[in-house]
């Protein structure tokens, strides 16, 4: 043989390697702009978040600094207290929730008389004079704007309170004392917990030289602690009043995005952050997923080539083969030359396999290459980018078309999410291990705990067994079966769900019992069958898999799933699952 005929042929796994290396790049440019995405939609929520919460703190502090205002021009330290006055001001606090109370200083730093609110239960005279906001008033009597004091703690309850303050001068300009309310911090804290986006991002309201004046969480006592040498005051602050930064935080350790707007009147810097953890979650899952079937495809289709290579081989082998005995045997009798033409007939044959093999190769490539939920991405992508440049250039039908699309789009994309995690039931699955169920239910209840505690619902497990299932599985068949409780429910009565076991003939029968709105029993079969809905999207949100998918669990378990229901009378939903699986 020569060398050329010694070395196997190589063409199709060239053309894999091309292949694998086109799919490469598409998944690579894919990637980058799925980062890029999900970090643009972050901002876009920090932005939102930080402009809502600017409007809130702005709104507050200029009604209080108002009402500083006309305290300053109409209260001299020297006649106070005024019965008239305190009358006036005690009633316009009563408008003032966040303010726990109000007082008046003179020039001495000596409080006059007793003050306003809670701080007017304690007649003793008091000494401020060492209080920042007094020193800075007493330092600066020309200073016509609200003062934001450091954070204190009260001297007669020793409450946290954020002082607010004006000083007090005569016409000739004469410092003649203070009036300050007292800001409790709680007001902001209570007002963040709506705009928090979620507990390792955090939320602040700082003051521009780094003093923290409200924080959530705060586990480490950040009130009245300064962070001005975090990066938001040494690198961001300094190039923009307003924007986003991504750094970690010196606070609590975590690496976020924040968004970070300062207050236009006062000198406050309103921060929402978010973790990059949570900003690229779904970027993460996606990307991975994108890594494992671009792992899974490049490895079958070079497979695939290296098997058509290798059959090229064997076929000019077998013709290389066939043409020396063909010289050497030219003498042989015809039933040599038959046996010779059927070797080239099955060498015919192989061809056209291989041939069959090739063009299976090239559509499994090309199905492979093509997500299937790429084109509905870019829809949604592409409609809500012309929403966000154009939006304030359409009509409201042609924006109402777009939302329709948007939202077209958005659920066909769960009914494929919710599709892909049925098929998945058989095929990403666990080793049944002994499980306690009582720690799964209380699993599938955290993962619903916003549901369970928006519908009011109450809860009651019994005990229940321990026995050896798939317990990520059997988490999702609780969590769907409360699910279902908490959403179906009457309008006029909060959810109260049962949930118990009991031993029968060798299997456990589970119930889930509430008194929701119940289910006719002519429909008791057909809410067992994947995307099978008896009330319209409208009423109830969802895309009726989730009891599919119990069925199909507790089928793969062995066991064996149905409802005891009657209309407007609630539903038990009762699943029965074997005391020990068979073992292989």
Known sequence: MTEANQRPPQTARRSA???IMALAALAVFHTVYAWQSAG????????????IMEYQCDTSLRAIDTLLQEAAQRISPETWPDPT????????LMGFPEITGMLVIRADGRTAGRGIGSLGSNPTTLDLSDREYFRFHLDHPGHHDLHIGDPILARTDGRQGIPLSRGIVNAQGRFLGVVMVTLDPNFFLRAFERLMVEDAGGISLIRRDGIFLARLPDPQGSFGRSTAASPLFTTFLPHAADGFGRFTSVTDGNTKIVGYRTLERYPLVATIGMSERTAYAKFWLEAWGIALALVAVSLGLYRLAHQSDHREQAKADLVQRLDEQSRSLE??????????EKARAESER????????????EQFAYIASHDLQEPLRTITSFVQLLQHRYGDKLDADAREYIHFAVDGAMRMHTLILDLLAYARISTQVEAFTLTELVPVVSDAMDNLEAAIAEAGATVTVHPLPAIETDRPQMISVFQNLIANATKYRKPDLAPVIDISAVAKDGEWEFRVKDNGIGIAPQYKDRIFVIFQRLHTASEYQGTGIGLAICKRI??????????????GAGATFVFTLPATQPKD
């Open 17 to 19: 390697v091309a292949l």
């Open 40 to 51: 643009d939609l972050a901002e876009r929520l920090l932005g939102s978040q930080t402009r």
């Open 85 to 92: 006055l305190i009358q006036t001001f005690e009633n316009r």
């Open 331 to 340: 003498l042989q009798v015809e039933e040599r030359t038959r046996h010779l």
């Open 350 to 361: 192989r061809a056209a396999q291989l041939a069959a093999s090739n063009a299976d190769l």
């Open 554 to 567: 507790v089928e793969r378990h062995g066991g064996h799933i149905r409802v005891e229901s009657q209309a």
